[in-house]
Nanobody, 115 residues
Framework: QVQLVESGGGLVQAGGSLTLSCAASGGGFGIGAMGWYRQAPGKARELVATIRWGGSANYADSVKGRFTISRDNAKNTVYLQMNSLSIEDTAVYYC?????????WGKGTLVTVSS
């Protein structure tokens, strides 16, 4: 069983930056890919970025060049540095990890971008 705890969400003005963190506990060295997803009001959950244990990353087109995902394998923690935030980035951001093929989700952290 893996528990994921996200932090770092909040209110920011358009053009600003935020860094999200997600710490996974209970998975030991078996945690594989980690990632961030988001769900805006009235919309489906969508992928933001994922990162493999070795560091290779994948981004949604909408965040390429603005967001950077990284991870600390020793701490089983994944980060999402978000720059040049726009109103369209307002959403609940969820952390996800895979442990031997089983997905686990965090409860989410709200990011609100104001104009």
């Amino acid at each position: 069983q893996v528990q994921l705890v996200e932090s770092g969400g909040g209110l920011v003005q358009a053009g600003g930056s935020l860094t999200l963190s997600c710490a996974a506990s209970g998975g030991g060295f078996g945690i594989g890919a980690m990632g961030w997803y988001r769900q805006a009001p009235g919309k489906a959950r969508e992928l933001v970025a994922t990162i493999r244990w070795g560091g290779s990353a994948n981004y949604a087109d909408s965040v390429k060049g603005r967001f950077t995902i990284s991870r600390d394998n020793a701490k089983n923690t994944v980060y999402l540095q978000m720059n040049s935030l726009s109103i369209e980035d307002t959403a609940v951001y969820y952390c996800k990890c895979d442990l031997r093929g089983t997905p686990y989700w965090g409860k989410g952290t709200l990011v609100t971008v104001s104009s």
